[in-house]
């Protein structure tokens, strides 16, 4: 998968989460945004914020999730001398469960799949063709384990 892919999918990914059918690439990438902040902006009238604690080890992951809470206007952050694996954002119950944790599996997913795709290609193309996982099998010729 070529990179214009994978913006196309991602764009694509905002615009079901978002709800809109328009699917003029940029344009609406940017509606979908517009969309979501709407769709939080009118939960925080019906809503009060709570402060979500998103535990996130992998430093990718936790990248794409802070820029997704940014493309939303939420700012997320954390307390002094927590890890940096935590990741805290003030928000409605209802935006996390319906809205912005979903959206951030999906594009996670597509993400992780990308990633996964060129590190085997680099490692076929500029280390070794064989990039399939070790033998789960015992190697032959060891000495059985004493007493």
């Known amino acids: 998968m070529d990179e214009a892919t994978l913006w196309s999918k991602l764009r694509k990914i905002e615009a079901l989460h978002a709800g809109t059918t328009s699917d003029g690439e940029r344009e609406a990438a940017r509606l979908a945004a517009e969309r979501i902040r709407a769709r939080l902006a009118a ?9 979500m604690s998103y535990s996130l080890h992998d430093p990718w992951k936790r990248k794409l999730f802070v820029a997704l809470c940014r493309r939303y206007g939420l700012s997320p952050y954390r307390e002094p ?8 954002v003030l928000a409605p119950r209802k935006f996390h ?16 799949k990308h990633l996964a795709d060129l590190t085997e290609r680099v490692i076929r193309e500029a280390i070794h ?10 190697p032959k010729g060891l000495p059985e384990p004493g007493p």
């Not at 939960?43 to 402060?51: K, S």
């Not at 951030?104 to 597509?110: F, I, V």
């Not at 063709?129 to 015992?138: G, L, Q």
């Open 129 to 138: 063709d064989d990039v399939s996982e070790a033998n789960e099998e015992e």
């Open 97 to 112: 469960d319906k809205t912005l944790w979903p959206e951030y599996l999906a594009l996670s997913a597509e993400l992780e």
């Open 43 to 51: 939960q925080r009238t019906e809503w009060r914020d709570i402060v």
């Open 81 to 88: 001398g927590q890890r940096r694996s935590t990741v805290l």
